[in-house]
């Protein structure tokens, strides 16, 4: 029997008008799990590298638990040719990929995994290779000729007559909500005039850099999963879900948890405004936070598994960017953990955890080293629970079941620890736990006679899935 509610849901899990459906009817709709070889190797790519990780993915089990794109990033073409001058294509580096991109796609291909690309909404690429601005149709239907899977599109190099009229940079503040009037560019160059209110933001040029090669890649014979890399500038969140299926919020990721490293962010400061943008993502488009630094760096173990499980809950793309060869257990034990990615990929909701309360700080209180620890979000095993300690101390953390929305303080839950994957018992008004100095307790809830959190019925969801599956078919 299909409800009110029921039927509420199929149309929300539809939202025809607002995310990107791809063509094959799946591409996208989940936040995308793969590989990228940026924080580990910069530069420092060839095929043999790629293939390496393909193999790496499939015998160390992560290919089965859903990680199945390779994706290449930026340094990949001829920087000094950038060009075919006959053809207009982007060379690749042959001293490099040796028999040209093609060729590594088809055996990435024949491992059963995908290949992702990098280019650039500007004239170069942030590392100085040939960027796609004004040539946006011939680099999509090459990378589709290609066989690529995946495009990565960074904001390097945007030319003068290519910036916006007004800044609306999400780094450029410390401490409070994002400024409208931004005369701080990371450029140097000041934007002193704030956008006038209301002023919308699909009418930048960013928007149009961006849609640009969504077009052409639309266009391009191929499904190929567009990965919008504009840091949160022009309000993306607003318009990337309607051109793309993700979007990078926030500079650069780095493997420390609080601060800046040149331009580049810790963990927590990320997670501060990711405690106030949660809204834009869902079924078919993601909110990126960046790719995973877990197993870099300085991080403590417990910061690996606070980063790994917020990221998670957050649906932002779980993309690894640490060397699988030699990897250590604890490390591909924290990247295989089921419960946390079966969150982020659950075919049912869509939505991201949300913070419920702050914790330390006052509620809704902007602080880049305390954000919002309590978080809570639906999938269809149950009510998830994240409990980060952002103090230096062990800490006694409470969920009182009141507190977290659906959840009350009458009923009788079973709560499951996503880290063991073990039942912790049933409890009735709250669950306590220690939290070691920077980790996350994350839990599972279910109500005590089995059934999910939520009065749904599985044969219901699965109807869903069909209509969802069927109807993004005829979409495009
Ligand atoms: C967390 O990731 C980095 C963290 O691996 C590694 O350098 C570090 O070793 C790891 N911590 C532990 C304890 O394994
Ligand atoms: C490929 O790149 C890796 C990592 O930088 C390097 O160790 C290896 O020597 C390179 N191989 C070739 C054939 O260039
Ligand atoms: C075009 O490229 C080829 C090969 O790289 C080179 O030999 C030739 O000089 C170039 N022609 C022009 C007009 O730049
Ligand atoms: C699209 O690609 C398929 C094979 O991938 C090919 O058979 C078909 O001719 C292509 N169509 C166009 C319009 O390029
Ligand atoms: C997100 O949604 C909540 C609830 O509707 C709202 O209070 C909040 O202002 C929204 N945040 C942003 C950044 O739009
Ligand atoms: C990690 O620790 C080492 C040794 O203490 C230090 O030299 C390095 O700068 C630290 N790296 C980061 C990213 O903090
Ligand atoms: C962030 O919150 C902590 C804990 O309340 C506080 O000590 C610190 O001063 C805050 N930072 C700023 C910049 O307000």
């Known amino acids: 029997m299909v409800t009110t509610r029921s039927a509420l849901l199929v149309l929300a899990l539809l939202r025809p008008s607002f995310g990107l459906v791809s063509r094959d009817g799946h591409t996208g709709r989940l936040p995308a799990m793969g590989w990228n070889s940026w924080n580990e190797y ?79 909404a500007g004239s170069l690429t942030c590392g100085g290779f040939a960027g796609s601005l004004g040539h946006e149709e011939l680099d999509a239907k090459t990378f589709a000729e290609w066989g690529i899977d995946y495009l990565k599109y960074d904001n390097c190099n945007v030319p003068d007559t290519s910036d916006d009229d007004y800044r609306w940079w999400p780094e450029n503040w410390l401490g409070g909500p994002p400024a409208e009037d931004q005369t701080l560019g990371g450029d140097g160059e000041a934007k002193p005039v704030p956008a006038p209110a209301g002023y919308d933001w699909t009418t930048s040029k960013s928007f149009d850099r961006y849609k640009i090669m969504s077009d052409a890649l639309l266009a391009s014979n191929r499904t190929i999963e567009y990965s919008q890399c504009a840091w949160g500038h022009a309000h993306i969140e607003e318009w990337g879900n309607s051109i793309g299926h993700s979007w990078r919020m926030w500079g650069d990721i780095y493997p420390v948890w609080a601060g800046k490293v040149q331009w580049s962010w810790g963990l927590m400061p990320i997670l501060n405004h990711a405690s106030f943008f949660y809204n834009s993502s869902n079924f078919w488009g993601h909110a990126d936070w960046d790719m995973l630094e877990v197993g870099n760096g300085n991080l403590t173990i417990e910061e690996n598994r606070s980063h790994f499980a917020l990221w998670a809950a957050l649906k932002s793309p779980l993309i690894i960017g640490t060397p699988l060869d030699g990897i250590k257990p604890e490390i591909l034990g924290i990247l295989s953990n089921k419960d946390l990615i079966a969150f982020n990929q659950d075919p049912i909701f869509g939505a991201p955890a949300k913070p419920y309360k702050w914790g ?92 999910f959190a939520t009065s749904l019925h599985a044969e219901l969801w699965g109807l869903v899935i069909i209509v969802l599956n069927a109807f993004a078919d005829v979409c495009r």
């Open 42 to 120: 910069e530069c420092a790519i060839n095929e043999t590298v790629f293939l390496m990780v393909g193999e790496l993915l499939g015998s160390l089990g992560l290919k089965d638990l859903g990680y199945n794109y390779v994706n290449i990033d930026d340094c990949w073409s001829d920087k000094d040719k950038k060009r075919d001058n006959v053809t207009g294509k982007i060379l690749p580096d042959y001293t490099k990929f040796p028999e040209g991109i093609k060729h590594t796609a088809d055996e990435i291909h024949k491992l059963g995994l995908k290949l992702g690309i990098y280019s650039d």
């Open 360 to 451: 330390i700080n006052p509620d809704l209180t902007w602080n880049q080293t305390h954000p919002a620890e309590y978080w809570s979000g639906k999938s269809s095993k149950g009510v998830h629970v994240f409990a980060l300690n952002t103090l230096d101390t062990t800490q006694k953390k409470t969920i009182e079941f009141a507190e977290v929305p659906g959840l009350d303080a009458k009923t009788t839950y079973v709560v499951h620890d996503s880290w063991t994957g073990k039942k912790q018992g049933v409890f009735k008004k709250k669950y306590e736990a220690r939290v070691k100095r920077h980790d996350t307790m994350a839990i599972r809830i279910v109500k005590e006679d089995g059934m």
